[in-house]
């Protein structure tokens, strides 16, 4: 609930300004809220210097204590996602952040691999620094299956009680955690940026991005556990690999006979097979923007990120007018990429599109805009005419193989 005080109201304006709903006003000098509107996001509450406004939890009170009782439960757990076989880059990523939390926390990390034959994959992540790998390992694992994956985690979840569970916020993460977090009847704040461990309470500050990207929210889970929280791949970075660090791997045992399995896999089509580097993979991106003006000219991009062997790339306008499918979109409503090497072509740098880019370790802007915001995030740019310089650079490569 809102609350307002008009004698602490000086009629300064910082809470109409802030308001990323619109839902506030100046009358009489006063501010006004219109309670439809106001999504109780609390950006008035902290820019009110003077402390006219107010947001009281309905929890807190009226729910008070969820009944949970919060020290059964301990340590950071990674889930760990795989395909073929293979895990995901997001995992790695995870842990090097996981690990950060849990050493706060003084607590293990540890990461849950379900798949089946993995057992090198599986020890590997010792060194990335897991003090321990829960593996449950069975034939009928080796694919997802978002009903058998929810049920063995919500039962192994449940006996161990770790108080923070992290997972990629991937297609599979995505579909698999949601139900996991409603089967433990806790909190799951998906697509985080950051992660940190409030220094006094303990519990898991989790931030992403509310309000298409105008504010950044900080939430907190702190009546029930385990703290769940999704993060989009690329987000963090992959720590250094310490090849003698201890890791104990306890093999859970499944019995299929337990679990009720209602589907099933018939075939894995993956989209874009066969296109080159896969984007949120890639070391090497070439990406375009709205200067690219028709699917035509995207060959261009396609040419130089082929004869670079990297992935191609866009910016939001060359999806919306259908030039590029929507999977090649990179920004806050496409995929985050942090490649070691990115070339915006005719892109502006947008905030929306820099949140999808720019932890890249090297950026290279191509535009004819010298005040274009991409210079500014940019390690190297080029003032120029993306048509005269990407056929220069494509005949220099070409003439250097
Ligand atoms: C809620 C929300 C979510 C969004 N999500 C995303 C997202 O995920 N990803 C995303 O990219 N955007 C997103 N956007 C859109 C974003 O705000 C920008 O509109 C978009 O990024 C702009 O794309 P652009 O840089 O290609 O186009 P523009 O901003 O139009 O920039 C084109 C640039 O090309 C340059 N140029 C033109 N011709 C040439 C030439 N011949 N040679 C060299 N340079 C040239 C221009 O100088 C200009 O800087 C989102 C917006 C909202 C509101």
């Not at 619109?22 to 509450?45: F, H, P, R, T, W």
């Not at 995870?94 to 926390?105: F, H, Q």
């Not at 791997?249 to 009720?260: G, K, L, Q, R, T």
């Not at 005040?371 to 494509?394: C, H, K, N, Q, R």
């Amino acid at each position: 609930m809102i609350l307002f005080d008009p004698e602490k109201c000086t009629g300064c304006g910082s809470c109409v300004d802030i308001c990323p709903t619109d839902a506030i006003e100046l009358i009489n000098e006063k501010a006004v809220i219109n309670e439809d509107e106001c999504q109780l996001c609390g950006s008035c509450e902290a820019a009110c210097e003077t402390g006219a406004i107010t947001i009281e939890s309905e929890e807190s009170e009226e729910k008070g204590d969820s009944g949970v009782d919060l020290s059964q439960y301990r340590g950071v757990w990674i889930i760990a996602e795989q395909r073929k076989g293979c895990m995901a880059p997001v995992v790695y990523q995870l842990m090097g952040k996981g690990r950060e939390l849990a050493d706060t926390l003084d607590v293990p990390l540890a990461v849950v691999v379900i798949g089946f034959d993995m057992r090198d994959q599986v020890e590997s992540l010792a060194g990335y620094g897991a003090d321990t790998v829960y593996y449950v390992n069975h034939s009928d694992c080796a694919d997802f299956n978002d009903e058998l994956y929810t049920d063995i985690l919500v039962d192994i979840i449940n006996k161990y009680k770790p108080e923070i569970v992290l997972s990629g916020a991937t297609a599979i993460g995505r579909s698999l955690i949601p139900g996991v977090a409603t089967r433990l009847e806790t909190g799951l704040t998906a697509d985080c940026t950051q992660l940190e461990i409030d220094p006094e309470k303990n519990l898991l500050l989790q931030t992403r991005p509310a309000y298409g990207g105008h504010i950044m929210a900080t939430i907190v889970c702190p009546n029930h556990r385990p703290q769940m929280a999704t993060v989009r791949p690329n987000v963090m970075k992959k720590p250094q690999v310490n090849p003698d660090a201890p890791c104990e791997i306890v093999e859970i045992p499944f019995d299929p006979n337990v679990y009720s399995i209602r589907t099933k896999l018939v075939e894995h089509i993956c989209e874009g097979e066969g296109e080159g580097a896969l984007l949120s993979d890639a070391d090497i991106v070439v990406a375009g923007g709205r200067a690219l003006k028709n699917s035509e000219n995207f060959e261009l991009i396609q040419t130089l990120a082929g004869l670079l062997g990297g992935a191609v790339g866009a910016s939001r306008p060359p999806v919306d007018s259908e030039w590029m499918p929507y999977r090649y979109q990179i920004g806050q409503t496409g995929k985050t990429v942090c490649p070691k090497l990115y070339i915006a072509c005719g892109i502006s740098g947008a905030v929306q599109h820099l949140v999808g880019m720019e932890s890249s370790e090297v950026i290279v802007a191509i535009n004819k805009d010298r005040s274009a915001p991409i210079f500014e995030v940019a390690t190297y740019g080029i003032e120029g005419d993306i048509y005269e310089i990407l056929p220069a650079l494509i005949k220099r490569l070409k003439e250097l193989r």
